[in-house]
């Protein structure tokens, strides 16, 4: 079955908002697989955002998801990748669309990076290097 590694951001779980998002994740019929409340590491995170090394928001993202616990998910379900994508809805939460996550919870801070709340994997691909990075135990 497809797997998507999901994470409840610093801003979410600060914000007492991961039950919430936990919720969202199985009333939409997904399994949650693991969960785990983690403190990043600028080594973990270096390869998690790999593709974003030297965007102009690459520093204060990382900067941002060091400054707080994050909650790691790894949720399971048919078409679950584009399924938690479509539940997030787009990465600026000022645009994304009520009834999703950021559309429904999220606002624009004024800040340097987007603090939208969640990530999801882009493709079955990420899914598995990302899954491998935030649960290397489970790592075949
Ligand atoms: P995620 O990968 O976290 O699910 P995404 O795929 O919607 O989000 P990406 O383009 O992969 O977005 O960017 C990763 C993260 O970097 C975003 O979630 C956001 O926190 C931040 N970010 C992306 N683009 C910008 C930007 N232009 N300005 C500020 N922050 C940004």
């Known amino acids: 079955v497809e797997c998507t590694l999901v994470l409840v951001k610093p801003d979410g779980v600060r914000r007492g ?6 919720r ?5 019929g997904y399994t949650l697989a693991a969960v785990e409340l983690k403190h990043a ?31 790691a998910v790894v949720a399971e379900g048919q078409g679950v ?8 809805g787009a990465t ?3 645009a994304a669309a009520p009834g999703t996550i950021r559309g429904d919870l999220g606002r624009d801070w004024g800040l340097k990076v987007q603090q939208n709340l ?3 994997s882009d493709s ?14 489970t790592a075949a």
């Open 17 to 22: 908002l991961s039950g919430e998002i936990l």
């Open 24 to 28: 969202r994740i199985e009333a939409k």
């Open 41 to 71: 590491t600028p080594e973990l995170l270096a390869q998690h955002y790999a593709e974003h090394e030297g965007k102009p928001f690459y520093a204060p993202l990382v900067e941002f998801m060091l400054s707080g616990p994050v909650l």
């Open 81 to 88: 990748i584009a399924g938690f994508r479509s539940l997030a």
């Open 92 to 94: 600026d939460p000022t």
């Open 118 to 120: 969640v990530h999801g």
């Open 124 to 137: 079955p691909e990420s899914a598995a290097r990302e899954i491998g990075l935030w649960f290397p135990q």
